[in-house]
């Protein structure tokens, strides 16, 4: 099993910055790849972004957050990251992390295996 705890949520104005933090622990080396997804009051879980946790971290971006978010990842402290610029209130949501043993990078929340538990990111305008 792989466990995942998420970090660095908070309140943060309109413009402003934060980065959020996913620390694996357990059997981290199954994790082909980590992602990172929200979910604000009344909607699904939507993808923001994915990185493959192999040499070379192949990412992908919803469109939504291309140009503002960046993730990455730290192989030998085996946390994935989220920098998440130029926040609007329409960011406003419950950021979680994910894992995936099946696929090298993914978009789909079925496609992943482990969850951390989510950390409240509130943009105020």
């Known amino acids: 099993q792989v466990q995942l705890v998420e970090s660095g949520g908070g309140l943060v104005q309109a413009g402003g910055s934060l980065r959020l933090s996913c620390a694996a622990s357990?059997?981290?080396?199954?994790?082909?790849?980590m992602g990172w997804f929200r979910q604000a009051p009344g909607k699904e879980r939507d993808f923001v972004a994915a990185i493959n946790w192999s040499a070379g971290g192949a990412t992908a971006y919803a469109d939504s957050v291309k140009g503002r978010f960046t993730i990455s990842r730290d192989n030998a402290k085996n946390t994935a990251y989220l920098q998440m610029n130029s926040l609007s209130p329409e960011d406003t949501a419950v950021y979680y992390c994910a894992g995936t043993r099946r696929f090298p990078v993914a978009v789909d929340r079925n496609k992943y295996d482990y969850w951390g538990q989510g950390t409240q990111v509130t943009v105020s305008s």
């Open positions: 357990g059997r981290t080396f199954s994790v082909y790849a």
